[in-house]
T-cell receptor, first 112, second 112 residues
Framework: DAGVIQSPRHEVTEMGQEVTLRCKPISGHDYLFWYRQTMMRGLELLIYFNNNVPIDDSGMPEDRFSAKMPNASFSTLKIQPSEPRDSAVYFC??????????FGNGTRLTVT | AQSVSQHNHHVILSEAASLELGCNYSYGGTVNLFWYVQYPGQHLQLLLKYFSGDPLVKGIKGFEAEFIKSKFSFNLRKPSVQWSDTAEYFCAALTNAGKSTFGDGTTLTVKP
């Protein structure tokens, strides 16, 4: 079991650029979550999917953020255009049924 | 709306001291409760979970938590902390809709 795999581990980009974060959940898990972690706001749920279908995207900050899950083994979180206030660590997590979350190592995003 | 409150933002203890971190949740339905730990620079990992049954649950590394339904609480305890317990601790509540809500986290610093 390779665990939840996120890429890239670090991303540094300039304001206005498009950023794409990637996640491969644990095989067999049917829930996938995207969280954002900052010092100011802690751990925030952005969106989650069940069987590849978005269930709740109420945490997505604004239209600049979008997430997709084209199949059971892959999800992306896209920010376009990026802004400095998007700088954070973005975690992907998966679970089997609603249950214990298994987190990836996160992507540290810095927008300058 | 579902919410989780952690009362202590930063706790500083000496080694061998006892630990109790508070967690209260707000949700009227069936809820599953978790404590996760995040060591510096790492992703969140499960410490322990409560789904049903014995309200006193034991987790890894000597941690335990008690579910008190009447108080909507799920406090984390450890009789004797170690320097290696220095980390951030998150309480989380999972509803049967599949959504996990996290508290703001408590940073524990254990002085050697």
């Amino acid at each position: 079991d390779a665990g939840v795999i996120q890429s890239p581990r670090h991303e540094v980009t300039e304001m206005g650029q498009e950023v794409t974060l990637r996640c491969k959940p644990i095989s067999g898990h049917d829930y996938l979550f995207w969280y954002r972690q900052t010092m100011m706001r802690g751990l925030e749920l952005l969106i989650y999917f069940n069987n590849n279908v978005p269930i709740d995207d109420s945490g997505m900050p604004e239209d600049r953020f979008s997430a997709k899950m084209p199949n059971a083994s892959f999800s992306t979180l896209k920010i376009q255009p990026s802004e400095p206030r998007d700088s954070a660590v973005y975690f992907c997590a998966s679970s089997f049924n609603p249950g214990v979350l298994h987190f990836g190592n996160g992507t540290r995003l810095t927008v300058t | 709306a579902q919410s989780v409150s952690q009362h202590n933002h930063h706790v500083i203890l000496s080694e061998a001291a006892s630990l109790e971190l508070g967690c209260n949740y707000s949700y009227g339905g069936t809820v599953n409760l978790f404590w996760y730990v995040q060591y510096p620079g790492q992703h969140l990992q499960l410490l322990l979970k409560y789904f049903s049954g014995d309200p006193l649950v034991k987790g890894i590394k000597g941690f335990e938590a008690e579910f008190i339904k009447s108080k909507f609480s799920f406090n984390l305890r450890k009789p004797s902390v170690q320097w290696s317990d220095t980390a951030e601790y998150f309480c989380a509540a999972l509803t049967n809709a599949g959504k996990s809500t996290f508290g703001d986290g408590t940073t524990l610093t254990v002085k050697p």
